[in-house]
């Protein structure tokens, strides 16, 4: 068993910060990229940001300057930090990890329960 359990979701106002936390128990014999991922209403889900075990990051182009994602290894978890934000940004957020279980040769993706985010004018 693998759970990614999400927290730090709510209500800001435009301009205000959130960080996201996500942390995964069970299982685990490794664990390669890890990501968040939003889905606003009537739109389809995007990555918003990613980063590799080694630290290697990437963001999608409209969080860029804004959202920063980090991970505690030892911790399982991983966190995305949102300053500057603005209503574009309401959506639930997802949190996403490959994860390496014993006795199995290729990585599972797992998700996040999702959390709410809105943000304010």
């Known amino acids: 068993q693998v759970q990614l359990v999400e927290s730090g979701g709510g209500l800001v106002q435009a301009g205000g910060s959130l960080r996201l936390s996500c942390a995964a128990s069970g299982s685990i014999v490794s664990i390669n990229a890890m990501g968040w991922y939003r889905q606003a209403p009537g739109k389809q889900r995007e990555l918003v940001a990613a980063i590799t075990s080694g630290g290697t990051t990437n963001y999608a182009d409209s969080v860029k300057g804004r959202f920063t994602i980090s991970r505690d290894n030892a911790k399982n978890t991983v966190y995305l930090q949102m300053n500057g934000m603005n209503p574009k940004d309401t959506a639930v957020y997802y949190c996403?990890?490959?994860?390496?279980?014993?006795?199995?040769?290729?990585?599972?993706?797992?998700w996040g329960q999702g959390t709410q985010v809105t943000v304010s004018s």
């Open positions: 996403n990890a490959d994860i390496y279980r014993s006795g199995r040769m290729w990585p599972t993706a797992y």
